[in-house]
């Protein structure tokens, strides 16, 4: 009798191929990517290309000299990779550190465990979170918003979300520091200071519809990250609504949407099963919350992410599906 090898994750049933759906992917994150062009002008596509080239370059080469196994780049994941560590850094980050986010993305994170599906954590996110530890200040100076600037290195603001974290710290009442941010259209729009991902929580969320609509991801996620947002957020709001945000903020400033829609439901390093799917999803959203509000830094999608992602093959092994022909014991 043969042996069965089966390959890591993702394992993809039906229609669509790997390839189908990470391009899928891409396609899903083009609105938001032609917005950051708009508002950001040169430096974003600038961040984009070197983002997406060096990861594709660092996957080819690693592939073929170190892992010596015939490079699959046209599989979309090196670019989706390189995508979203461009949608995680300001417009203005200079060359040489985005290439060295991209190196830690694929050649850290992801290729030394072994390529696609074998990776527990997220590659952009560690290549960001890298980046972030090693270089604090360019990561944290952020371009304000133009409409097509052609100068790259443009006048720098503090986010919405630094701007209230900064507030509070300095006993600054809640009334007051809204009137320093963009309003919540602004916001949702796109017409607020951050990295690239920031810049329109609307054009991700088309996006996130499309992947919903050509069943690239799955509800559970996005629901359980956004539903915890909200009610976590709006429970701390109705206890002191001058010391915390309320969730209609936390929703449509910083990372949240691309968090959502696009890091979180990463089909590598989330869990298998719809009930550790809801559950990643709703501890994602709490942990955001609670870095945004007592971390250091403003934002808290990211290391949410990847805290959640170190405790998928625990959820993994504790909501289990029932294997083909297995009797069910009914009482």
Same mark, same amino acid.
């Given at each position: ?138 990561? $944290?100076?952020?371009?304000?918003? *133009?409409? /097509?600037? &052609?100068?790259? !290195?443009? #006048? =720098? ?95 449509? $400033?910083?990372?949240?949407?691309? *968090?959502? /829609?696009? &890091?979180?439901? !990463?089909? #590598? =390093? ?62």
């Amino acid at each position: 009798m043969g042996l069965l090898t089966v390959s890591g994750s993702p394992h993809v049933h039906g229609g669509l191929s790997v390839k189908k759906l990470m391009w899928g992917v891409v396609i899903a994150m083009l609105p938001a990517m032609l917005a950051s062009f708009y508002y950001f002008g040169m430096g974003a596509i600038k961040v984009t290309l070197v983002a997406v080239g060096s990861a594709m370059l660092f996957e080819y080469l690693i592939t073929k000299f170190i892992l010596k196994q015939p490079p699959q780049l046209m599989d979309g994941s090196a670019a989706i990779t390189g995508l979203l560590l461009a949608f995680n850094v300001p417009s203005n980050l200079p060359i040489w550190i985005i290439v060295i986010g991209a190196l830690v993305a694929i050649g850290v994170a992801k290729m030394s465990f072994g390529g696609l599906g074998k990776n527990p954590f997220n590659p952009a996110l560690v290549g960001r979170v890298f980046l972030l530890i090693s270089f604090p200040v360019q990561m $944290t100076s952020w371009p304000v918003v *133009g409409k /097509f600037p &052609m100068v790259l !290195d443009a #006048v =720098t603001g503090a986010t919405p979300l630094g701007i209230v974290k900064e507030g509070i710290k300095n006993g600054e009442p809640m009334t007051d520091l809204m009137n320093q941010v963009p309003s919540y259209t602004e916001m949702f729009m796109g017409q607020n200071g951050g990295s690239l991902g920031e810049v329109s929580a609307f054009l991700l969320l088309i996006g996130g519809i499309y992947m919903l609509m050509r069943k690239i991801i799955t509800w559970h996620i996005p629901v359980s990250f956004l539903g915890s947002v909200i009610v976590f957020s709006g429970i701390l709001w109705m206890i002191n609504p001058e010391q915390y945000v309320n969730p209609l903020f936390h929703l449509v $400033t910083g990372g949240l949407m691309l *968090g959502v /829609f696009f &890091m979180a439901t !990463d089909m #590598v =390093t989330s869990p298998m099963t719809p009930k550790g799917q809801l559950i990643f999803g709703a501890g994602v959203g709490i942990l955001t919350i609670i870095i945004r509000v007592w971390g250091a830094y403003p934002e808290g999608v990211s290391f949410a992410i990847l805290l959640m992602n170190a405790v998928v093959p625990h959820l993994n092994n504790l909501f289990k599906p029932k294997r083909f022909g297995e009797e069910v014991n009914n009482g």
